[in-house]
């Protein structure tokens, strides 16, 4: 399975556990605890759902590495792309198709590497703060 797809995964589930006792507590006055151990669940992230979705997203950050990974200067196979025609779409040993994803300068990142880079930065601070607001929710209910 594609890391993309987990990390994405991970996001819905972070919004879910978010949401969903938000929706519930904060606009139909009705506590998730209640719900579940009515049909005898024991609901578990009462107080914890900041610091379980933080996690998740955490979790989605760390996917996203390592950055350079799909840099097109090598094949699958192995072979390097560096010298291959740039107008050509397949590799010149295996015949597999590739997406060449060059970057202006060498030695800097590809726009797809940059793009997953801002993302996770995007995700860590996100992450940082579900967990800030986790930590002051438990504050001000003690």
């Not at 594609?2 to 904060?26: M, Q, T």
């Not at 578990?44 to 590495?65: K, R, S, T």
Request: some cysteine; overall charge positive; proline content about 4%.
């Amino acid at each position: 399975m594609n890391k993309k797809i987990i990390s994405r995964c991970f996001i819905g589930g972070a919004i879910l556990i978010i949401a969903c006792p938000f929706v519930s507590e904060y606009v139909f006055h009705i506590r998730p605890k209640y719900i579940l151990q009515s049909i005898g669940i024991r609901y578990v992230l009462d107080e914890h759902w900041f610091f379980v979705a933080g996690g998740f997203i955490m979790v989605a950050a760390a996917l996203q590495l390592p950055f350079k990974e799909e840099e097109a200067w090598h094949c699958a196979c192995g072979y390097d792309l560096s010298y291959a025609n740039q107008k050509s779409k397949q590799c010149p040993e295996c015949g597999e198709e590739t997406q060449l994803e060059w970057s202006a300068v060498p030695g800097t990142y590809s726009r797809k590497t940059t793009r997953r880079l801002y993302w996770a930065i995007f995700l860590f601070f996100g992450s940082l703060t579900t967990f800030g607001i986790g930590v002051l929710v438990k504050i001000l209910e003690s």
